[in-house]
């Protein structure tokens, strides 16, 4: 768990730098466009997000389970996996393309309504989709050379340090400033960003393609195909289902590319929760694929016990922190007044976030192993309820009505695979620690509320969340919630001197 525990508090600095970046984006994208142009480089992410899967055909999962069969039986240049995979994945965007071409009726006919800007952009869509796909795959091959802080360097600094060239160059009146030449220029920005981390591999001689069948190949020709089908399945019902909300509100909702801009806001600041996430499922699909090469089934159980801890505390923390600050940040830096509709979205954004982190790795513990089918069958099950659910709710609700669809369908979802876990390996992922956790967050809040409400102001958000960081870290600390905790605080106070003191 060392190993995990080290790259994921790397990889977890990383990607708070990259969100407080990409918060700063955020707050310059406001200010200089409307709410409904901000909507359409977010619907661009959303709709990237279903691309990709969709042209990938399964070929992430084929790196993650099949990568130490490769690795322990081919020398690096015999080793086709990434050939198959670069030429299977850019089959799968061809057959995208032709079937994007061939909705193109269908797309203006249901948007050009309510979300024109989506219409007049569509196209543009699949230059970002395209670069999203190729980095996505090279990013699963970097996480099993152990790569995952450069991965997360990549993905949560380097694009955004993009998007804020091409912010500030539309502020300082260059011909960025038009958005039509600005969010053109951005379609292309995860093409660069994956072709950066290629030439990274290749030239470090980490990445090399074979052009001949290996025997690795051929023996588990089968069960790679079995593999990506079910994997590519479930994934795509996953990725439709996690970003169906916001398509629906582009077609359903009068002014949708405005409303899609507010949601869409209130689920980056969500994304705030997952920072955790990315970085332990980055570190940990490496060993849990090993783990199950090697029938180490104890050492699957400790990752899956400690993550879901691990993310419950920084989840349950950070959604505290963020609900207690919400409507003062708006005001406190002058963002436009539709923004503090995000706030209700965010409530119930965040318990979803709780939900699905609190649940620990188990979607990468299922993906792993030789039970890799029921990727296919949890998607279909969410999928199943979360599509009706989402279009129901946003006629019903509105724009709000999405959030609360996929709160009651993904705690379904995560529900059902930390069940099949447990029956299949005695494996679950809670204990009283987890109970102890929530608590802790609920009443620093109460705390907070009723020391501050009333005010506002920077140096109100300021005190606010000095106060409740340092009451639910004290709590977190006292308790022992988590064993990979504690290291951390006392390497911190060894770096910082404090150790002798103490």
Known sequence: MSTIRRQSIISSGIVYFGFALGALNTLLLTKQ?????YGLTTIFMSLANIIFPLASLGMQSYVYKFYPYYHDNLSPKENDMMTWAFLISLMGFVLVMAGAVAFKDFVVKNFSDSSPELVAYYYWIFPFGAGLTFYSLLEAFAWQLKRSVLTSYFKEIQFRLFTFVLVMLSMAGTKL????VFIKIYAFTYLLLALCLLLYLVMTRQLHFGFRAS???RKFFKKIVALASFVWSGQVLLNVSTYFGQIII???VTDGMKYVGIYSLALIVGSLLQAIQRSVIAA?????SRAWKDKDYGRINRIYQR?????LIFSAGMFVLIWINFTDGVNTFHMKSDYLLARPIFFYVGLM????MGTGVNAQIIGTSTFWRFDFFTGALLALFTLPANYILVKEMGY???????LATFTLYNAVRCIFLYRKFRMQPFNLKSLYTLLLAALGYFICYFLFDAYQGFLWLVARSVVFIGFFGAGVLLLRLSDDVLPVWATIKKRLGLAKIS
């Open 400 to 406: 709000i009505g999405p959030a609360i669809a996929d």
């Open 177 to 180: 400033k038009d958005f039509d």
């Open 250 to 252: 582009a077609a359903v």
């Open 284 to 288: 940990s699909i490496g060993p849990l």
């Open 353 to 356: 976030r709780i939900v699905d």
């Open 33 to 37: 466009f409307t709410p409904a142009q």
């Open 215 to 217: 025997r690795v190949s």
């Open 307 to 311: 993550s879901s801890i691990n993310q």
